[in-house]
Nanobody, 118 residues
Framework: QVQLVESGGGLVQPGGSLRLSCETSGFAFSTWWMYWARQRPGEGLEWVSRISQGSKQRGYRDSVKGRFTVSRDNAKNTLYLQMDNLKPEDTAIYYC???????????RGQGTQVTVSS
């Protein structure tokens, strides 16, 4: 059974940092591209970052470039997202996804809430 469990969200002031984690099980984590996606209030899901199986390739949406860093530990089957210099517009539920089809609920976890507010 595929399981993805996000954690690390919370309330942070603008300019602050958070580190999200996604613990996975039930599939061959090291063989999949992994994605972070988010859903901002009143909006649809959007991808945030992605990382290749061996971490050699990473991608970010323009609005988070230079502030967010995606990483993974294949030995621990865990995905991470370091978020620095957070802005109010980063407020969202953040999901990790097995592969690019993050719109499919079977491919993602339950999400973790990130709120950036003073």
């Amino acid at each position: 059974q595929v399981q993805l469990v996000e954690s690390g969200g919370g309330l942070v002031q603008p300019g602050g940092s958070l580190r999200l984690s996604c613990e996975t099980s039930g599939f061959a984590f090291s063989t999949w591209w992994m994605y972070w996606a988010r859903q901002r209030p009143g909006e649809g899901l959007e991808w945030v970052s992605r990382i290749s199986q061996g971490s050699k390739q990473r991608g970010y949406r323009d609005s988070v470039k230079g502030r967010f860093t995606v990483s993974r530990d294949n030995a621990k089957n865990t995905l991470y997202l370091q978020m620095d210099n957070l802005k109010p517009e980063d407020t969202a539920i953040y999901y990790c996804s097995k592969g690019a089809d993050y719109h499919n609920p079977r491919n993602r976890g339950q999400g973790t809430q990130v709120t950036v507010s003073s």
